[in-house]
């Protein structure tokens, strides 16, 4: 079949490339895509949030499958466009409803959801600029840290976690000032959860569901998780503490409450659930949901997966995915994401990029690149290209995966030298 993959990152070239090893996968187009996806597929120039652009490519091209990898298509409502659209209903869509991508489109809405269904999370409360006096009685009530959330999508910034209270309290009043656009007209405060972060990743089509292999990806600019959060500096799959007895907690007390919600409450859902979870001290908690793989997590999970794609989105969207098992490479996947000079502030696109010679099990994803006129590799975001390596342990992972990194060159090139040094110490003790 005609497949059309929407999105350019690395994680879109990570799904590109495991949809372009299916034999089931006749052309694959990538839109708009990156000098990476370039290479295993066709990019076209269609914003993936024109769904009348979307819409006419589609037909144009007999596209018989759409993939949305970014969230902003979802909460923006596609898959309702396609299944109300009389031309469009017979394509396959993986990626849920504008309802379902509420789950990540509004803070607030995804925490009433957990509570409804007993979903272990922190405890919250919502405020907006009239509630805003209830805010800050609120945070009195708290412990430091301060967790404040911007309700709507706010490109991954919009959670701010502060030490102080009267910091905490002024960064209240300046997100429901408008700080995040119409992002902040509502904000969610927690309680802050210690612990350590894992994604935890399930393809479901509503009823049924598979778990994806566990990932921890690094989130700060500098090493020692210090800095700037990011989109993300690396990742590692699996995650060495999310053992049987841990994930049994997370399919138990999170996984099936999630999709029975989601099927109690007819809310139509056929793509990634992705669960932010703390574990806290051995017994899981979600600290958010998105509703569609992470990145750079895509990257590290994706890698494993043996089983066909395609296979698994056919069924996904069919309402079969009961029909399907999932096969992963037992091995463990590291990757380390490298970034522009400045990022995650301002920083200069179009430096020349060196690839450097390849090298066996290590995988290269481009995350913002693009060709110039004269055909040389350019960079064209923050986040730029990662290394993925896979090896029997950890250890090996990580220093294939870095090897790799330091032969890709261009001017400004930044990487964290410490991921997953965390879980080396951990395995360790």
């Known amino acids: 079949m005609n497949i059309l993959l929407l999105g350019g990152g690395g994680r879109e070239h990570a799904i590109a490339t495991k949809i372009a090893q299916s034999k089931r996968c006749s052309k694959l187009f990538i839109a708009p895509g990156n000098a990476g996806t370039a290479e295993v597929g066709e990019n076209v120039k269609i914003n993936p949030e024109d769904f009348a652009e979307v819409e006419r490519f589609v037909l144009d091209n007999h596209v018989e499958m759409l993939v949305v990898g970014p969230e902003a298509p979802l909460v923006a409502g596609i898959a309702d466009h396609f299944a109300n659209t009389p031309a469009l209903k017979n394509v396959m869509v993986v990626g849920p409803s504008r ?21 272990p999370t922190a405890q919250y409360r919502t405020f907006t600029a009239d509630t805003l006096k209830d805010g800050e009685a ?20 919009g959670v701010l976690i502060e030490e102080d209270l009267a910091t905490a309290k002024a960064h209240l009043r300046d997100m429901l000032a408008g700080q995040f656009g119409a992002a902040s007209a509502s904000v969610v405060i927690e309680e802050y959860l210690s612990g350590i972060e894992l994604s935890v990743f399930v393809l479901t089509d509503g009823n049924h569901y598979l778990l994806l292999p566990s990932a921890k990806d690094y989130k700060r600019i500098g090493e020692g998780d210090t800095g700037l959060n990011t989109g993300g500096m690396g990742s590692i799959s699996p ?32 793509g990634f ?119 029997a342990t950890l250890p090996e992972a990580l220093m294939k995966s870095y090897n790799r990194a330091t032969t890709i060159q261009w001017d400004g090139k930044y990487y964290r030298r410490d991921i997953g040094q965390d879980l080396l110490k951990m395995m360790i003790n």
Do not use: W
């Open 138 to 157: 609120f945070l009195d009530t708290l412990k430091a840290p301060y967790v404040l959330k911007a309700d709507g999508l706010a490109a991954g910034k």
């Open 239 to 270: 995650v060495p503490f999310a053992d049987k007895d841990f994930m049994k907690k997370v399919e138990d007390r999170i996984v099936k409450p999630t999709i029975r919600g989601l099927r109690d409450e007819k809310i139509d859902y056929h």
């Open 99 to 119: 309802q379902g991508a509420m789950l990540e489109g509004s803070k607030d809405y995804a925490k009433a959801f957990m509570t409804r269904h007993k979903i």
């Open 273 to 391: 659930i992705f669960i932010g979870l703390m574990n806290c001290g051995g017994n899981p908690y979600v600290i958010e949901y998105n509703v569609r793989m992470g990145d750079p997590e895509t990257e590290s999970v994706f890698p494993r997966i043996k089983s066909d794609v395609v296979e698994l989105f056919e069924n996904t969207a069919k309402g079969t995915l009961d029909h399907c098992t999932l096969t992963v490479d037992s091995r463990t996947a590291a990757c380390v994401m490298m970034v522009a000079g400045g990022y995650p502030g301002s920083y200069e696109k179009g430096k020349t990029i060196s690839l450097g010679e390849d090298a066996d099990d290590v995988l290269v994803f481009h995350c913002g690149t693009k060709r110039g006129n004269d055909g040389q590799l350019l960079t064209n975001g923050g986040r730029v290209i990662c290394t993925t390596a896979l090896a």
